[in-house]
């Protein structure tokens, strides 16, 4: 590692100080489970001048019920917390679903929900060590081209985007999407609220380095909503999804009334998949309703050279999920 500065602001007003002191040079530290990697690897050619930890920033912690019946999730709360928390089991099942699914246990107890939303990608060429003949560069590093698109890309996008294909890590942001909930971020002008898929765009995430993630807000889902979360990986327990599905699903009298469905795995962004939630809406989740979904979720596939096998995957965990009893 190279040298930094470290602080321990003991405020969320002084953290933003110190950021806008910095111009971009500071990073944040949370757990640290994704950011010290990035940093012993050196696979950016930015080096943060200071680490500003801010896990003593007291308010930015805690699962609790709001006043309209949703959720707030503080940004500092840990994976494992999030994952076996009794209201985010009960009322939001998809979500304890995919915080469980993340890495193992020693990462859950250290990584938070906010670090989980703001990692960086797992491109394996983005991610090459500096000290194994130095990083490599690419389009996503702001110079260079993509070497997925002619390297190996057998991890890597299969819906339609040009200028970078490594898939969004966070499985909390599939499941988050899919709740329909939004992250609030604080910076100097104040505070911002966002749809969680908005925050993730092919080349970065959308806030600046002087911003926080401060909070999670999930709304109440409708009632009878069934919810799943279904990650297909190569190894277990420990690895990101090839493929998930998060969805929430609103059945009335046998019938879908509302559908809401993200993809994970297959796109650098929580990609909803609107001709699923199409397919199924009005309809009575039969196995040919799964069927039809399924095709449709797949309909927009763009593979690569290697990852065409991704589509298979995805089909059949759309039918899983849209078929599960057990979220009902
Ligand atoms: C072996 C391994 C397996 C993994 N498997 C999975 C997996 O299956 N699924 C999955 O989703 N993830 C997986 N991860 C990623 C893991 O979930 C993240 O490392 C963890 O959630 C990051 O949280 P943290 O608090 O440690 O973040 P940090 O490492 O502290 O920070 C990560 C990034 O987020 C920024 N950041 C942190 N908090 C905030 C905030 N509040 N506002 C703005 N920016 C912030 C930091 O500046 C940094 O850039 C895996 C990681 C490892 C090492
Ligand atoms: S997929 Fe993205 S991160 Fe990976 S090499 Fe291409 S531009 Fe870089």
Redesign the pocket.
């Known amino acids: 590692m190279k040298p930094f500065e470290h602080f321990n602001p003991p405020s969320l007003d002084e953290a933003l100080s110190l950021l806008k002191r910095f111009e971009g040079k500071a990073s944040l530290i949370a757990g640290g489970t994704d950011l010290l990697g990035v940093l012993k690897d050196r696979i950016l050619e930015d080096y943060p001048a200071a680490l500003v930890n801010i896990k003593n920033i007291p308010g930015l912690e805690g699962i609790a019920e709001d006043r309209a019946g949703g959720l707030r999730i503080g940004a500092l709360a840990r994976l494992a917390e999030v994952g076996r928390s009794p209201l985010v089991k009960t009322g939001y099942p998809v979500l304890s679903q995919a915080a469980e699914s993340v890495a193992s246990l020693e990462i859950r107890n250290m990584g938070t929900i906010g670090g989980n939303l703001c990692q960086d ?1 797992r ?4 991610r090459y060590p500096h000290h194994m003949g130095g990083r ?1 560069l ?4 702001g110079s260079g ?5 002619k ?1 190996n ?1 057998r991890y ?1 996008a299969i819906m339609g985007f040009k ?4 898939v969004c890590p966070s499985d909390t942001a599939i499941a988050l999407s899919a709740l329909g909930a939004e992250i609030e971020i604080a910076g100097a002008r104040g505070t911002r609220t966002i749809p969680v898929q908005n925050l993730y765009s092919p ?1 970065s995430l959308e806030m600046s380095k002087e911003e926080i993630v401060t909070e999670i807000r999930i709304p109440k889902p409708l009632p009878e909503s069934r919810q799943a979360f279904l990650k297909f990986t190569e190894r277990k327990p420990v690895d990101f999804a090839v493929v998930s599905v998060a969805s929430v699903i609103a059945i009335r009298d046998g019938r879908c009334t509302k559908a809401s469905v993200f993809l994970g795995g297959v796109a ?1 962004v929580p990609l909803r998949a609107e001709a699923l939630e199409q397919a199924v809406e009005g309809r009575r989740l039969d196995a040919a309703t799964a069927e039809e979904a399924a095709l449709a979720s797949a309909a927009g596939a763009r593979p690569l050279s290697d990852n065409a096998y991704k589509v298979e995957i995805l089909k059949s965990l759309v039918k899983q999920a849209l078929l599960s009893e057990s979220n009902e």
Not at 123 to 126: A, D, G, Q
Not at 145 to 149: G, I, K, L, M, R
């Open positions: 990608v491109c394996l060429y983005y490599i690419c389009h996503r590093k081209p993509c070497h997925a698109v390297g890309n890597h200028s970078c294909f490594a080349l650098p």
